[in-house]
């Protein structure tokens, strides 16, 4: 009488996707966590959760978009993370869930900006945005910086349009000099150029620079506008810009179809226990 022979049934729960979805997402949970803590520190340190008032553009306040972009990434990260090494196919699902929320909203994003180019809805909220930084440039430490980091390291530029839309500041405004203003008719250390030789950059070397008889060869400053440097930048870097964007948006596409497989498998599994 033949022997029967017996093959014991594996798992059919791919340990290898398994793994690459949780040390995947391990990194990004821990990386929403610090985003998260240092913005919700920042909000600490301006008193912004005792007074709300103090919030002008709650929009473009950098500790309020690092709150949500940590927050963001943390619940994905969290859900990825700890479905897929619980094997857990409720938080499998809600992470498939958030990546393709966000996925259609990067989609969104992009398609709107790109029907909206030519028609100045952009360039207005662009220019919206850096008057806010401009008018508030001394009322919000973390607005200041910012705008620091832009017209000094990034841009390479001053103002919107140019050096004379620091009018716009009451601590700039050629009008403050009647009340006592230094900074009157100038613009920030941020709009000087790095002179040869100087590690330092001197912090008053924007003062007086727009008055009418200041010497025109002395004036180191960026003469271009932010808006018109920023259009530059994009356009010289469109290639890099574009690629980074798809690169992103397979990352989450790869994300979803993974985290699906991974729920196939696992329901795969459990039907076999009944």
């Known amino acids: 009488m033949p022997v029967r022979k017996y093959r014991r049934e594996t798992s059919e729960i791919s340990c290898c996707l398994k793994y690459v979805i949780f040390s995947f997402n391990v990194f990004f949970w821990l990386l929403g966590l610090c985003i998260l803590a240092v913005g919700l520190w920042a909000w600490t340190e301006k008193d912004i959760f005792n007074n709300i008032s103090k919030v002008t553009y709650i929009a473009l306040d950098p500790a309020f978009v690092l709150i949500c972009i940590g927050a963001v990434t943390f619940i994905i990260g969290f859900t990825g993370c700890v479905g897929a090494l619980r094997e857990n196919t409720c938080l499998l699902a809600a992470y498939a869930i958030f990546l393709s929320l966000l996925l259609l909203i990067e989609l969104s994003l992009g398609t709107l900006a790109f029907v909206l180019k030519d028609k100045g809805w952009i360039k207005d909220r662009a220019t919206e945005g850096l008057r806010t930084f401009i008018t508030h440039y001394r009322e919000d430490p973390d607005q200041q910086n910012l705008i620091d980091w832009i017209q000094e390291d990034w841009l390479q530029c001053c103002g919107i349009e140019g050096p004379k839309d620091w009018d716009n500041n009451n601590y700039f405004n050629c009008s403050s000099s009647a009340v006592g203003s230094r900074e009157a ?25 727009r008055k009418e008889n200041y010497q025109s060869t002395e004036r180191h400053i960026y003469e271009r506008g932010c808006l018109r440097a920023g259009e530059d930048w994009l356009e010289g870097h469109l290639v890099p810009v574009a690629a980074a964007c798809v690169s992103v948006m397979i990352l989450q596409i790869l994300g979803i179809c993974f985290a699906q497989n991974l729920r196939a498998d696992i329901f795969a599994q459990k039907s076999k226990w009944h």
Do not use: L, M, T, W
């Open 185 to 209: 008719c100038g613009v920030p250390f941020s709009c000087c150029k790095q002179k040869p030789n100087e590690f330092i950059k001197n912090k008053q070397c924007g003062y007086d620079v």
